[in-house]
């Protein structure tokens, strides 16, 4: 059974950083591509950073220069570094795969943007 576990959630103010973890099991986690969505209060799900098993990297363009993703495989660990965070960035944060041609989803973790 593929299972994702999140953490790394929190309060944080305007211009503040948080690191998201999100660990897997049930997989050989080196050769898939995982990926960092998140869902605002009353909108969809949007993708926020992907990287491939050859560690290639994209982002949403609302990302960029602020968020870095990163794996480390022999922790079987996917990473978000989220830095200069700004209200819009409040959502709740999960992390995927997609495991014989079906989405795996983590049980989310909450980001919260405020002063």
């Known amino acids: 059974q593929v299972q994702l576990v999140e953490s790394g959630g929190g309060l944080v103010q305007p211009g503040g950083s948080l690191r998201l973890s999100c660990t897997a099991s049930?997989?050989?986690?080196?050769?898939?591509?995982m990926a960092w969505y998140r869902q605002a209060p009353g909108k969809q799900r949007e993708l926020v950073a992907a990287?491939?098993?050859?560690?290639?990297?994209t982002y949403t363009d609302s990302v960029k220069g602020r968020f870095t993703i990163s794996r480390d495989n022999a922790k079987s660990t996917v990473y978000l570094q989220m830095n200069s965070l700004k209200p819009e960035d409040t959502a709740v944060y999960y992390c995927?795969?997609?495991?014989?041609?079906?989405?795996?989803w983590g049980q989310g973790t909450q980001v919260a943007v405020s002063s």
């Open positions: 995927n795969t997609k495991w014989r041609s079906s989405d795996v």
């Open positions: 049930g997989i050989i986690f080196v050769w898939y591509t």
């Open positions: 990287i491939t098993s050859g560690s290639s990297t």
